[in-house]
Every structure is written in structure tokens, then in C-alpha cells.
């Protein structure tokens, strides 16, 4: 039996190489197909027998190289003057958080988290959609009435406030917007 040395950057009790490390952290992270299937997915393709925990650690050493740069990303999306934010309802370990992207010129970051983006104004663009449907599947205006209604409340509660807002409250425009002010 011959042992030689791992290569640097390579420990424990299987090592395996940087083109394999890379493989199972873009399917794990950029396929987003999950840990199990990333272990059967390299098992079927390469025919190579790795664990869900080599997975977790591909990944636990893509978070760790990320924190600098989504530190400094946040800083140039802090500084820029015009911002773009969307968010989407999403379930997250079975509860209810949101996807979202906050985006500036040439820059993007996507993320999910358990409450709401601060300072994004709630965009009824996405309740307006589900009334629609009815009001264009329905028989009748009658039948349609109570979707036609929901929208028009909908709508009055999107318009900005009328009411002489003090210098130091937030500012929150709609997001998406081509042009909008940030959030202060």
C-alpha cells in the first residue's frame, strides 16, 4: 500500500480534488436541486460515491469565502443614489419569508429572509393579479363585482398619502420603479 501527502489544501479522511469540490458546489448552489440530490447527481454522472455532509461542507466553504464580498456589495448598494428592490413571498423551512433583489447600476444581490425588506413600500401589483383573473374568468359583471371592488380598494391603499409628511420620516418610493429614490 502506498500513502503519500495530500496536496495543500486538502485534509480529512477522504480528499477529493478542487474539480469535484467545484462540481457539488455548483450544483448545490447555482442548480439549487438540494444536498441529496447533489450526492445522486454525482454518483449518476461521475460515478463517485460523496456524502451529504462533503456537500454541506462545499458549501459551508462557498458561504465562508462570500462574507467579504456580500459585506462590500451591501456598501455600493448603501452608497448608490437610485436603487430597484423586489420582493416575493416564499416559504423558507415551511414558513413564510420572501425572496427578493435589491439591484443599483451594475450591481444585484439576491437573498431570502423571514420579514420584509425595510423601507420597500408594499406593491400591490401582485394582490391586483388574482382579482384579475376572476374578474376575466367570470360569466358576468355581477359575478365579477366583488373581485372589481377588491381592486379598487387595493388600488386607493397604493396611492401615497396626501398627508404633509415631517423632513426626518423615511422616504419610501415603489419599487421597480426605473428612476425611484432610495429608501433613507
Known amino acids: 500500500m502506498t500513502c503519500a501527502d495530500a496536496p495543500p489544501g486538502i485534509s480529512g479522511p477522504t480528499c477529493y480534488g478542487p474539480n469535484l469540490r467545484a462540481v457539488a458546489t455548483l450544483l448545490a448552489a447555482e442548480g439549487q436541486i ?12 461521475l460515478d463517485m460515491e460523496v456524502s451529504t455532509g462533503f456537500v454541506g461542507r462545499c ?11 456580500e459585506a462590500e456589495l ?3 448598494l448603501r452608497r448608490s443614489e437610485v ?18 433583489t435589491v439591484r ?28 384579475q383573473g376572476v374578474i376575466g374568468n367570470a360569466p358576468d359583471q355581477e359575478h365579477a363585482a366583488w ?3 377588491a381592486q379598487r380598494i387595493l388600488r386607493e391603499a397604493d396611492r401615497p398619502s396626501r398627508r404633509p409628511t415631517p423632513p426626518d420620516t423615511p422616504r419610501c418610493t415603489r419599487a ?8 433613507s
Open 83 to 100: 436603487l430597484g428592490a423586489d420582493e416575493s413571498p416564499i416559504s423558507l423551512a415551511g414558513e413564510r419569508g420572501y425572496a427578493y
Open 104 to 131: 443599483a447600476t451594475g450591481l444585484t444581490r439576491y437573498g431570502a429572509a423571514g420579514t420584509r425588506l425595510a423601507g420597500v413600500r408594499l406593491c400591490c401589483a401582485h394582490l391586483l393579479r388574482d382579482p
Open 74 to 76: 451591501k456598501q455600493a
Open 59 to 69: 458549501l459551508s466553504r462557498l458561504d465562508a469565502s462570500l462574507g467579504r464580498f
Open 34 to 45: 438540494g444536498t441529496k440530490s447533489t450526492v445522486t447527481l454525482i454518483a449518476g454522472l
Open 176 to 183: 421597480n420603479t426605473p428612476g425611484s429614490r432610495r429608501s
Open 147 to 149: 373581485a372589481t371592488a
